[in-house]
């Protein structure tokens, strides 16, 4: 976000944190429900910094903790998702056989929500990192596999054809060619797996482990606690929208010279 | 170098229900050396004539030989430069450029003299690490002649090659195929439905007809070499300009 544009993207979100604010302490909303923004705040600092004071709040000071279990988890099941999706998603473009074997399954099982999985997944796996790597992974492979399949097939049969009567074998044609071609696609793919990612970590969490965001998510909502619930849901969107700017600046960099094309 | 022999192919394309007869028994013999333009209005199958020497499609009927060998796979040995670049978007002008000896594993001592010839030649010096998107129409297709000069084909295969540039640019193309053609020599098929352009090139023209594609007539070109711009200027230019006008216009109107 450049400088010059950046009082615009703030503006709406002030406005409605002012409309929040209102709403709370003009009781338009039944009190002790929704807690004020400013309470949230305080919380979420305590959350984070820890009391100066001994603090009652099981919460106190480990906001950290809790996000480093959830990124871990998401990271590895995103990278689980990649390792598996891109070069399947490759083969699935790139070979009819495999198109015709594999494909069908994937759209069959697709529509099946993360949330569906959730008691198959602690059958098999427990209540452990297992289960929520499975969400998350499962969860994040289909977009990255759906987009790099996509991708593969849009490859332009002119450089296919340019390829070959420079004298590419089929291992080059698919790596320095199909591959490259595929990339703003699988990059597409790649963001959208990151925030479903991000879904599927919160729904883990909730019930399949006993750490990180979506834990204290539905701990914090048991006991009462909406202040820290808030919190949580600006962390996991805080965090969402680290991850995809991250992936947008590497995609930004791999991809330099599709921005060329953009403003010729 | 290299000669080109077509014999009684045709080329049958499937569209939806039916069969699309594109090419009808079409016979042709190219010699070492020699330029020939294939000549015709669009959709008469001349691409698809080039496309089936340089080893993209295959015949339904007949048999394309190259140096008396079928042709049954595309190759360095038959360089094609296409309408539309199709450069490598990803790569830079000089990764384009050596894309064919880095995929045959010349190594990088044995072909950098060379291309550095080759750029001067096209005239993209100091143009080695732009983006084909950061290059003009004609400079697109400088990179598309040079990475398939590279490869020191025997047989060139051009299929309209400046066919979406500027008029301008096209007679400064047209005028560089010329000196590298004379330097060179390899056998060369280049597709046009531009009279002027296959008489300033070419010392043959086959006119093809339409639907489907049949070679109509072959014309000797009998202009002097080295030719410029300034040929298209010349009597015996215009003389068989009329004539090919003539044979053209007369399959357009039926």
């Known amino acids: 976000m450049s400088a010059r544009r950046a009082p615009w993207a703030v503006a709406l979100p002030l406005v409605l944190l002012l409309l929040w604010d209102v709403a709370v302490s003009r009781h338009w909303v039944a009190e002790g429900i929704i807690p004020a923004p400013a309470q949230v705040a305080r919380s979420w600092y305590t959350w984070i910094f820890g009391a100066s004071t001994a603090s009652l709040s099981p919460y106190s000071g480990t906001w950290v903790a809790n996000v480093l279990h959830s990124a871990r988890r998401v990271l590895l099941g995103f990278v689980l998702a990649a390792a598996v999706g891109i070069p399947l998603g490759v083969f699935i473009g790139w070979n009819r056989l495999v198109a015709r074997v594999v494909d069908p399954s994937i759209q069959l099982l697709r529509p099946v929500p993360i949330t569906a999985w959730l008691p198959f997944a602690i059958a098999v796996f427990g209540i452990y990192d297992a289960s929520a790597l499975f969400l998350i992974g499962l969860g994040a492979f289909y977009p990255i596999v759906v987009n790099t399949t996509h991708g593969v097939r849009d490859t332009n049969l002119l450089l296919l054809r340019a390829a070959r009567m420079l004298g590419a074998g089929p291992a080059t044609v698919l790596t320095k060619v199909v591959f490259r071609s595929a990339l703003p696609s699988i990059f597409t793919g790649l963001r959208l797996g990151i925030g479903v990612a991000w879904t599927a970590v919160i729904v883990a969490e909730m019930i399949a482990v006993k750490s990180g965001l979506g834990y204290v998510l539905w701990d914090a909502y048991y006991v009462g606690r909406m202040d820290i619930c808030v919190a949580t849901m600006f962390s996991v969107g805080l965090l969402g929208l680290a991850s995809d700017q991250i992936l947008l600046r590497v995609s930004r960099l791999v991809l330099r010279w599709r921005a060329l094309e953009a403003h010729a | 170098m290299s000669t080109v022999s077509l014999r009684a192919v045709s080329k049958e394309f499937q569209a939806r229900a ?216 010349s009597p015996r230019f215009n003389e068989l300009k009329r004539q090919l006008l003539g044979l053209v216009r007369q399959d357009a109107l039926t």
């Open chain 2, 18 to 233: 039916d069969r699309v007869l594109a090419v009808d028994g079409v016979d042709l013999a190219i010699a070492h050396n020699e330029f020939a333009a294939i000549l015709g209005p669009s959709g008469c199958g001349k691409s698809t004539v080039l496309n089936m020497v340089a080893g993209f499609e295959r015949p339904t009927r007949g048999r394309v030989l190259v140096d008396e060998q079928p042709v049954d796979a595309p190759g360095p040995q038959r360089g094609v430069v296409f309408q539309e670049a199709a450069l490598f978007p990803w790569y830079t002008v000089l990764d384009n450029v050596t894309f064919g000896p880095r995929t045959r594993g010349v190594p990088p001592g044995a072909y950098r003299p060379k291309v550095e010839g080759l750029l001067d030649l096209v005239g993209l010096r100091g143009f080695e690490r732009h983006y084909p998107a950061e290059l003009s129409g004609g400079m697109k297709q400088r990179v598309g002649l040079a990475r398939v000069l590279v490869m020191e084909p025997a047989l060139l295969l051009m299929d309209e090659p400046f066919g979406s540039l500027d008029a301008q640019t096209r007679s400064v193309m047209q005028e560089l195929l010329l000196s590298v053609w004379e330097r060179h020599q390899q056998t060369v098929l280049f597709v046009t439905h531009d009279i002027e352009e296959a008489l300033l090139l070419a010392d043959t023209v086959v006119v093809m007809t339409a639907r489907p594609g049949r070679i109509k007539t072959r014309i000797p070109v009998d202009l002097p070499r080295p030719r410029t711009l300034e040929t298209t200027t």
